[in-house]
């Protein structure tokens, strides 16, 4: 079974960046679309970003030019880079998979998931 873990989320004041990093358990993570969603108190599990097996990306209109996201597949890791950090975006930020070419935009479209790191930035 394929195991994701996060890591790098923290407290940071608003302006701030923070790189967030996902390890993929599994010798096969260039089979897979990796994506970043978050989750804050009492709202909906939302898209942030993803990547396709080729390195194509895409990102939510609300991080578009604030986030990059990127993977090393000789590392088995995707990161998230988050600068100019807003109290908005606040909230657990969850890494995700699915074995397919393309990358996808909705929760359930992928099949592994990992147990998310929180994000808290103050104002």
């Known amino acids: 079974q394929v195991q994701l873990v996060e890591s790098g989320g923290g407290l940071v004041q608003a302006g701030g960046s923070l790189r967030l990093s996902c390890a993929a358990s599994?010798?096969?993570?260039?089979?897979?679309?990796m994506g970043w969603f978050r989750q804050a108190p009492g709202k909906e599990r939302e898209f942030v970003s993803a990547?396709?097996?080729?390195?194509?990306?895409n990102y939510a209109d609300s991080v578009k030019g604030r986030c990059t996201i990127s993977r090393d597949n000789a590392k088995n890791m995707v990161y998230l880079q988050m600068n100019s950090l807003k109290p908005e975006d606040t909230a657990v930020y969850y890494c995700?998979?699915?074995?397919?070419?393309?990358?996808?935009?909705?929760?359930?479209?992928?099949?592994?998931w990992g147990q998310g790191t929180q994000v808290t930035v103050s104002s």
């Open positions: 599994t010798r096969a993570f260039n089979n897979y679309a």
């Open positions: 990547i396709s097996r080729s390195g194509s990306t």
């Open positions: 995700a998979a699915r074995f397919t070419l393309q990358y996808y935009e909705l929760p359930y479209d992928y099949d592994l």
